[in-house]
């Protein structure tokens, strides 16, 4: 075995070792563990659609100019997810979680896909593709059928009659009341806080990352290039979540 390759097996073993001894793990995933289902970030460079940056879309000021054309693209969004399926980083997160008394996985992801993978003690801390919320009174309801011919663009509220949107979190919007807390406090008494395919560069998992290893979790980063967050986990696996979880899953099972 080379250098590299004992390494890496020596901080396999010990992060299965941390995740073995643990009563209650977090586990925080971001847009890498999705990228490998093929979801692209629909950001930045040539993320363009008819003319328009992300940026320009997912905003409550665009939902106000023009609620058709921001529903034309979360439609268009949705139909790419429901071409993708989860990959064994997905099912691997969804087989740990009956595994522990207290487990809670917080993502970043909108696409659900780890919930169509099984998981379901889970935050979507940025809402979901699947859920819509009316703007004016916030009664939520199942995304609509899109198969439907002839269908209102604009989704109405059962309740108020108000327009309805995706029940995701924009840009220029504060989290929603609790959400950010619930994850906080879980951190800060998780055994163990696993977190994949995330830069740290977004704060809330960085944040949730920190504040558990400083409460004494210990702190794994699964991530192909090293982050701020790698600098202070206890164990860095350098790679994809889609080859490390599997492998770490694994080595967690064996005696
Ligand atoms: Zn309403």
Known sequence: MSPAATLASAALAEAAGAIRRAQRVLVLTGAGVSAESGIPTFRGQGGLWEGFRAEDLA??????????????WYRWRRAIYGGCEPNPAHAVIARMEPRFPEFLLA????????????????????????VMRCSVCSERA????????DADPVPRCNHCGGAMRPHIL??????????LEHCQRFAGEADVVLVAGTSATVWPPAALALHGKRSGAFLIDINPEPTPISEVADVHLRGSAGA?????WDRCSRP
Do not use: K
């Open 59 to 72: 905003t409550p000021e665009a939902f106000q100019r023009d609620p058709a054309r921001v529903w034309r």
């Open 107 to 130: 993502t970043q992801n909108v696409d659900g896909l780890h919930r169509r993978a099984g998981s379901r003690r889970l935050i979507e801390i940025h809402g979901t593709i699947d």
């Open 142 to 149: 199942p995304w609509p059928d899109d198969a439907v011919p």
């Open 170 to 179: 924009w840009f220029g919007e504060t989290y929603w009341p609790g959400v």
């Open 244 to 248: 490390l979880l599997p492998a770490l």
